[in-house]
């Protein structure tokens, strides 16, 4: 499916946009992030790296953003519409000023990585995120990307199971809709 590089930089396109966008959250209302909230949030929703203890506001702002666009890729491929899809991610590719790289990481062989017009936090998350969206809408793994089927939830995800059947973004949404399919058919008895 996707390789590893690829597959991680989706994981934080989701983490970024489940925690930095309001909507809903497994039955509940959940509202995103701001002020001196917003830089923890986006460092708790990235990676862990050993060279970041914080994240700068406008940086956080920014990756805020990018989650507000990244939202409207996953609602559009979830909708069916991937022309709008593309024209989203085409619109984070630019502003982003996303390019390919060749890195080298000690002991393993070159690798390619996304990079932004500059190296900063925030435009080089930004441009490996929307490189990987776009590496999957550009396949035919576009429908890998949803959002969450449950009522009162709008978290987003990608689905990595064989058959391509997820639906939930987590397991406890899964369960919520099971467990109010099963109390409707016992109360209908």
């Given at each position: 499916?996707f390789?590893?590089?690829?597959?991680?930089?989706l994981?934080?396109?989701?983490?970024?946009?489940?925690?930095?966008?309001?909507?809903?959250?497994?039955?509940?209302?959940?509202?995103?992030?701001?002020g001196?909230?917003?830089?923890?949030?986006?460092?708790?929703?990235?990676?862990?790296?050993?060279?970041?203890?914080?994240?700068?506001?406008?940086?956080?702002?920014?990756?805020?953003?990018?989650?507000?666009?990244?939202?409207?890729?996953?609602?559009?491929?979830?909708?069916?519409?991937?022309?709008?899809?593309?024209?989203?991610?085409?619109?984070?590719?630019?502003?982003?000023?996303?390019?390919p790289?060749?890195?080298?990481?000690?002991g393993?062989?070159?690798?390619?990585h996304?990079?932004?017009?500059?190296?900063?936090?925030s435009?080089?998350?930004?441009?490996?995120?929307?490189?990987?969206?776009?590496?999957?809408?550009?396949?035919?793994?576009?429908?890998?990307?949803?959002?969450?089927?449950?009522?009162?939830?709008?978290?987003?995800?990608?689905?990595?199971?064989?058959?391509?059947?997820?639906?939930f973004?987590?397991?406890?949404?899964?369960?919520?809709?099971?467990?109010?399919?099963?109390?409707?058919?016992?109360?209908?008895?």
């Amino acid at each position: 499916m996707f390789d590893s590089h690829v597959a991680t930089l989706l994981d934080v396109a989701v983490s970024l946009v489940n925690a930095l966008t309001d909507g809903a959250q497994r039955g509940n209302p959940c509202t995103a992030p701001k002020g001196d909230q917003l830089p923890r949030a986006v460092h708790d929703a990235l990676p862990p790296s050993p060279d970041r203890t914080f994240v700068e506001l406008h940086h956080a702002q920014y990756l805020s953003h990018t989650a507000q666009q990244m939202r409207l890729v996953f609602a559009a491929v979830d909708s069916g519409d991937t022309n709008q899809a593309a024209e989203h991610v085409n619109t984070l590719l630019r502003t982003s000023g996303a390019r390919p790289q060749l890195d080298h990481v000690e002991g393993e062989p070159w690798q390619v990585h996304f990079h932004g017009a500059d190296d900063s936090l925030s435009v080089g998350w930004s441009a490996g995120c929307a490189t990987a969206l776009a590496l999957a809408i550009g396949s035919t793994l576009a429908g890998r990307l949803g959002v969450c089927a449950a009522p009162q939830c709008d978290r987003v995800y990608v689905d990595g199971s064989r058959n391509a059947v997820r639906n939930f973004c987590s397991h406890a949404c899964r369960n919520r809709v099971k467990a109010a399919a099963f109390r409707a058919r016992k109360a209908a008895q």
